[in-house]
């Protein structure tokens, strides 16, 4: 059986990026394989959020992860900070990662650009604890967005790396995983090619979202004035609307809207009523699930004490095996 990791970070609702680009997989995978699914609060950290904030975003995330169908007596579901052996893992690669592959890093690079007065070391190292996540369960598959896709080559350089510099194939190198198919990169509703949670104001449909502000976020949409001739390439804007559709809606209806735009009489109205229509028919089950487990707080803390007892069991036979490699020569047992 294999061993798949996968986490989210805890800065707020989930929408249906993350849904689509990987929750749904870990929902798939759950059965499948040995899974380890977190709460990446460590990850959000670099943004300073206050305690407050930072207590209700995890308890966000652990009832969205429930209500979207992860099984917390099949698959391992915890908090990252719960176990703190990922913390000494980090470290420990942070050794043999360098500052020109990590600044050379996408993901570290924009933030640079976007938030300059913080630009901190966690930042910096951020693909080195996301890999420290991975391997400190010994995972090779990984399912993720598109985005992750440069973070993942650098969880098996630092994978390898430790292999190499201690002659030991301690860790299997992680590979991003969507069942042989692409990875997913889910658009966002203001023309943008990424849904996600530090976009423009309505680019993100969440999970949580009530019927009405889904109506109002999808109407509200960037369109642009139509095809002006018959066949006439489609924007990026409307590109969105159409992918978008391709994954909530049934193929006649994308079909539908598809024909009807390359013979130029596409109403982008009609589109998007049909297209809040359907994402409503799809999150509806998932927020009353979200209500219902919000509600239920021993069911949340059980849920959240088991899958730190799980993961942290993982957890420690490799951290164990990995101070042996390195030569910590103490006497004291790991526990
Ligand atoms: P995060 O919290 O930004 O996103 C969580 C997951 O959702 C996917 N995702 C998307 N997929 C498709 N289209 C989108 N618009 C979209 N937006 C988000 C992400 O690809 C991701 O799979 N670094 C990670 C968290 C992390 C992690 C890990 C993941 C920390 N450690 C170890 C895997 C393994 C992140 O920031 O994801």
Known sequence: METVVSGIRSTGHLHLGNYF?????????????????????????TTHPTPDDLYRNVRQVL??????????????????????????????????????ELERCTSFKDKVRTQPDNVNAGLLTYPVLMAADIIIHKATKVPVGKDQEQHMEMART???????????????????????EALVKVPGLDGSTKMGKSGAEGNAIFLADEPAVIRKKVMRATTDSGPSQPGEPVSQPIQNLFDLMGIVSD??????????????????????????????????????????IDADENYLRKVARMGAEKARESARQTIREVREIIGFASALPVN
């Not at 990987?22 to 380890?36: E, L, S, T, W």
């Not at 579901?77 to 913390?87: G, K, R």
């Open 21 to 45: 680009g990987a929750i749904k997989n870990f929902v798939k995978m759950q059965h499948q394989h040995r899974c380890y699914f977190f709460i990446a609060d460590y990850h959000s950290l």
């Open 63 to 100: 009832i969205e992860y429930l209500a979207a169908g992860i099984d917390p007596e099949v698959a391992t579901l915890y908090i990252q900070s719960d176990v703190p052996e990922v913390a000494e893992l980090y470290l420990l690669l942070n050794m043999n990662a360098y500052k020109g």
């Open 158 to 180: 630092f994978a390898n790396r430790f292999n190499r510099l201690y002659k030991t194939e301690c860790f299997p190198p992680p590979y991003a995983y969507n069942f042989d």
């Open 251 to 292: 193929q006649g209806t994308l079909t539908h809207y598809q024909d009807a735009y390359k013979q130029g009489t596409i109403r982008y109205g009609d589109m998007k009523k049909q297209l809040a229509e359907d994402m409503i028919a799809f999150t509806a089950p998932v927020r009353e699930r979200i209500l219902a």
